[in-house]
């Protein structure tokens, strides 16, 4: 309560009660006996305010009087009137979410945080965040969980389907004319060294040999082998072989298109090929194994942790890799009108939703704050806000009292 107006309201009470006494002895004369009527109003003006004053509150001079310390007695009326009041008519639904509705929560939201993007604060803040999300990555977890799903992928991959992508790639990019050219090459290596020859010539002549024939073909290939040296024969087939090869590497020469046109053939047959894809099944249930897999897998995300790490130390990796990136997400965001009109629907509809599920908290909330309050403390904060003006109704009621006094003692003066 405002001590100087409650201090205002006893002085103007006794002034009126100072001024009755002193006009008793003078209250025979014209003068007394309109002044004291006016004292005499005014004490009960006062004195009434006084009563309708304390009767809000409490028992005037503690005495129990009927219809006195109103708020005390009907706190719990009072309560549930000023719950009803602020859920009802402050605060109701409606009228929170039309002014919710006004607000475009996401533009502010937008355009607030591309304000502090240049904050220092802002970039610690991001810097250590993602130290804090590198150092949260527990890899002993990590790395098998990706060995299985990789494990997973490549037995999902159907081997038919992968041998036909590789033949077709094969033959596409020219890699069976150029493996066939390969081969020739190495076998013409070997066929041109004089080595080769000598082998050539002397299995040929084991060959003859070898042959089990009587009569004229027995006296044919003995004389054939008595003209011929080993290193003539190895010479002959040598070259033969050595023509033949010039031959293959001829382009659409017919051997060599008959030798490409049998391996196409056989690479086609791959994909249905049972035992070769059943090898492949087997192999791919063991490339992890094979590989090491799971120990692989943990070197490398440790060195590409490591890699993190040393680029989030860097001094500006937070202004030059992170606020770029989130300063143009925001600007596609807010260029993208659809987005914006959903986003702010999806917020209002939150809003909505949680204004209907908790409205009735915010009486509960009221009314929990009151309950905590005794009636003394309730009676002290109600004067403390409104105790100036109640004091003044006092003074008025004297004023007004003494006043209308002056007025009624004229009156019975003049009839």
Known sequence: MKKEAK???T??????????????PVSSTVWGAFLQGGFEAGVVGGLADWFAVSALFRHPLGIPIPHTALLPKNREKITNALVSTVENELLSKETIRTRLQQIRFLE???????SHLDNEALHKGLTALAKQALHAIDLEKLTPLLAEEIHKALQDVVTSRL??????????????GKTFDFV?????????????????????????????????????????????????????????????IEQMRVKNHPRREAVLSFIHSELNKLDKHPQ????????????????????????????????????????????????????????????DRDVMERGEDWIQQQIVLYLEQNHSKIGQLVKENLDKLDNDKLIEMMEDKVGKDLQWIRVNGAICGFIIGLGLAGLKLLF
Do not use: C, H
């Not at 002085?11 to 008793?24: I, K, N, P, R, Y």
């Not at 036909?164 to 890699?175: K, S």
């Open 7 to 9: 201090y205002i309201a």
């Open 11 to 24: 002085v103007s009470l006794g002034v009126m009660g100072a001024g009755f006494v002193a006009t008793l």
């Open 108 to 114: 502010r939201g937008l355009e607030l945080a591309e």
């Open 163 to 176: 041998v036909r992508t590789i033949v077709n790639g094969f033959m596409e990019g020219g890699y069976d």
């Open 184 to 244: 020739l090459d190495k076998l013409e290596a070997w066929a041109v060294k004089f080595e080769t020859r000598d082998q050539l010539g002397g299995m040929a002549l084991k060959a003859f040999e070898g042959l089990q024939s009587n009569g004229f073909m027995a006296f044919a290939v003995n004389a054939f082998i008595g003209m011929v040296s080993e290193e003539k024969l190895g010479s002959i087939i040598q070259n033969f072989l050595l023509t033949y």
């Open 276 to 335: 070769l894809l059943a090898e492949l099944d087997r192999l791919k249930e063991k490339l992890p194994e094979i590989f090491s897999l799971e120990e692989k897998l943990a070197g490398t995300l440790e060195r590409l942790k490591g890699k993190a790490e040393a680029f989030v130390e860097q001094p500006d990796f937070a202004s030059q890799y992170v606020v770029p990136m989130i300063r143009k997400l925001l600007a596609s965001v807010k260029e």
